[in-house]
């Protein structure tokens, strides 16, 4: 499942989204100054699910050049949403509201509009940056599978980290490579590997809550019962390999993201690093986090040194 596909790269679905633009009708004046308004609205809706869930990534997003905050934004709120949908909605029918979403969102992107402010702001910036439908569907995809999925092997576990992290990093590539598909063929490897070790962080420090509140356990071969340190230093080591992978193509993104991406990437370095002070059994107790104060220092360590070799 580490193999890119050529339907995940080959930008199949982006001229529909172009000869979708062109056909795009002249609006009046005044309804566009109120388009513009709802616009701006929508975003505000992205850009508030963002701070209100994760102050880690908006700190990395204020990092990123002013015209790659928006849709960076919108793609964190959608991601988000879908998350909510088979994370926090138990008893709501989540199946269902899954497939809905699924729908709106296909809808929104072929219109061009929705009067779902979050997915507004999403099919903007699919449409802008050519963010291809399989990457969308193949996120969709792994989300439905946290909906029957209670353990995974090997091959399910790469199927889902495809489809939960690394098309997301992928979806956020295209923003950062604005067209330039040069660029962004060749930056497709290290993106979907720094998004897996993301993705696997975030499972390493929520052990407890997977496994106790939503029954799940992610990481294939592993008993959670028996949960020690030769188990968790095997992970952290996965998962320092994947960071090394990633974090290596970062010197290569465009100036304008480097500092974003470098940021959030220390971020999760920090992160790794605390869980390997922790002792086993702590993490099967707490969720690991890093303190606003550390946050602000590794901050302040990405400005003034932006980029080592090694983020």
Not at 9 to 36: K, N, Q
Not at 45 to 64: D, E, G, K, N
Not at 147 to 162: K, M, S
């Amino acid at each position: 499942m580490r193999t890119q596909g050529d339907i995940l790269v080959s930008g199949a679905g982006r001229s529909d989204l172009a000869s979708s633009r062109e056909r795009t009708t002249a609006v009046d004046p005044a309804v566009a100054t109120y388009r513009a308004l709802y616009d701006r609205a929508a975003d505000r809706c992205s850009r508030v699910i963002t701070r209100t869930y994760s102050t880690s990534f908006s700190w990395a997003i204020r990092c990123l050049h002013r015209d790659l905050r928006r849709p960076i934004h919108a793609i964190y709120g959608f991601v988000r949403l879908a998350d909510e949908i088979v994370d926090t909605f138990a008893g709501s029918a989540q199946a269902g509201m899954l497939t809905r979403f699924q729908e709106e969102t296909h809808r929104a992107i072929a219109e061009g509009i929705s009067i779902h402010p979050v997915l507004h702001s999403f099919q903007w910036a699919v449409r802008t940056y050519g963010i291809e439908r399989a990457l969308i569907d193949r996120f969709l995809h792994s989300m439905g599978m946290d909906l029957t999925e209670r353990q995974y092997d090997d091959d399910r576990f790469a199927e889902y980290i495809l489809g939960s992290a690394e098309v997301v990093g992928l979806m956020c590539l295209r923003v950062f490579c604005a067209g330039d598909d040069t660029r962004y063929d060749r930056l497709v490897p290290p993106a979907m590997r720094l998004g897996a070790a993301f993705q696997k962080i975030n499972f390493l420090r929520d052990l407890r809550h997977d496994h106790i509140a939503l029954g799940r356990s992610y990481f294939p071969g592993i008993d959670l019962s028996r949960f020690d340190e030769d188990v968790k230093r095997r992970l952290e080591a996965d998962i320092a390999e994947d960071l090394r992978a990633g974090s290596a193509g970062i010197a290569e993104l465009p100036r304008s993201a480097r500092l974003g991406v470098t940021l959030a990437c220390r971020y999760f370095r920090a992160v790794l690093r605390k869980i390997a002070r922790t002792p086993a059994d702590t993490i099967m107790q707490r969720r690991i986090r890093i303190s606003n104060s550390h946050k602000l220092l590794i901050l302040a360590g990405a400005v003034l040194f932006p980029w080592n070799g090694r983020s």
